[in-house]
């Protein structure tokens, strides 16, 4: 049976480390965070951010803007927030009404405040090794291998899924950390045989429990990042789920993150981790 990676303990850790940090040092970090329109889901999100930086003494600027906001206006704002001192890091809740261009939203933060990491900059600098803010996710599993004690550098890892959040910069990370990185996707052959020659498998294809023992070679370390709100089996729509069948996988995986309380928490914590490292200009 897979030992348990802690994603609940590991967070709290790193956001106790935030906490410590910005009140032995005085530091004065602040996050402004802009949702367009009402999602439900993305109102969850940004309340836990919110949460999440009282929690660590840094300050929250909120911005709730109707659905009807036009893309200047919000261009307005950002460019705002760029000039103002004060403010360490600028996050627009994703994904954004239809007439709004993200491409256009994200490239207009500054990339000194691009928490999220999402720019081509920070991006750029991932992909080449420079400085550069590192988006939450992927940044967020490096944490749970490392503090877990797991072994990256020299491993056959295998990243599934190749969205511009979670698997690009995913696999960029592995590489700069030494591991051998294959990346697979919906049109990749082959695909379960593949799976099975990683010693590190992180799922990232927003398909509920697909991932099963047939993808899974004996002892691998399980990372499942896919977060669905209903189980296919239950149809309970309270329930949370990932991509991996936990079930049977925890049978042969030597480790395997749990979904919820893997990957989902680290995101937040990996945020507040951005922000005070701007708030240090660490990353210039
Ligand atoms: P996405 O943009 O939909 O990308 C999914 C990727 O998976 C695509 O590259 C797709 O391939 C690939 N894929 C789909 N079906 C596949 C299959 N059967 N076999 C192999 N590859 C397949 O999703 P995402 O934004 O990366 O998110 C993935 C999951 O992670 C979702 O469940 C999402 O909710 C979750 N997520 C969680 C967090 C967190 O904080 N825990 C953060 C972000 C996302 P193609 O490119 O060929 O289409």
Request: glycine share 8%; hydrophobic share 40%; charged share 25%.
């Amino acid at each position: 049976m897979a030992v348990l990676i802690d994603g609940k303990k590991i967070s709290q850790e790193i956001k106790d480390e935030v906490r410590d940090e910005i009140s032995k040092k005085g530091i004065q970090a602040s996050l402004a965070v802009i949702i367009v329109g009402d999602d439900p889901a993305s109102r969850v999100y940004v309340r836990n951010k919110k949460e999440a930086c009282e929690y660590c003494g840094i300050r929250s600027l909120s911005y709730e803007l109707p659905e009807e906001t036009a893309e200047e206006e919000l261009l307005a704002l950002i460019n705002k927030l760029n000039a103002d001192d004060s403010v360490d890091g600028i996050l627009v809740q994703l994904p954004l009404p239809d007439h709004i261009n993200e491409d256009s939203i994200i490239e207009a933060i500054d990339p000194m405040k691009d928490v999220d990491g999402f720019s081509r900059r920070s991006v750029g600098a991932l992909s080449i090794g420079t400085k550069g803010f590192v988006s939450c996710t992927p940044a967020g599993i490096i944490e749970l291998l490392k503090r877990s004690g797991i072994e990256i550098a020299g491993k056959e890892c295998v990243v599934m899924g190749r969205s511009n959040i979670v698997g690009k910069p995913m696999a960029m990370l592995m590489l700069r950390e030494n591991a051998t990185v294959t990346v697979v996707h919906s049109r990749t052959r082959h695909i379960e045989d593949i799976c099975r020659r990683a010693d590190i498998l992180i799922v990232a294809i927003g398909k509920p429990r697909l991932i099963t023992h047939d993808y899974v070679k004996d002892g691998a370390v399980v990372i499942d990042v896919g977060i669905h709100r209903v189980d296919p089996d239950t149809n309970n729509g309270r329930k949370l789920c990932g991509d991996v069948d936990f079930d049977e996988v925890s049978q042969i995986a030597s480790a395997i993150t749990p979904v919820p309380g893997g990957v989902g928490p680290m995101t937040i914590a990996m945020l507040m981790k951005n922000v005070l490292l701007s708030a240090g200009n660490k990353i210039k």
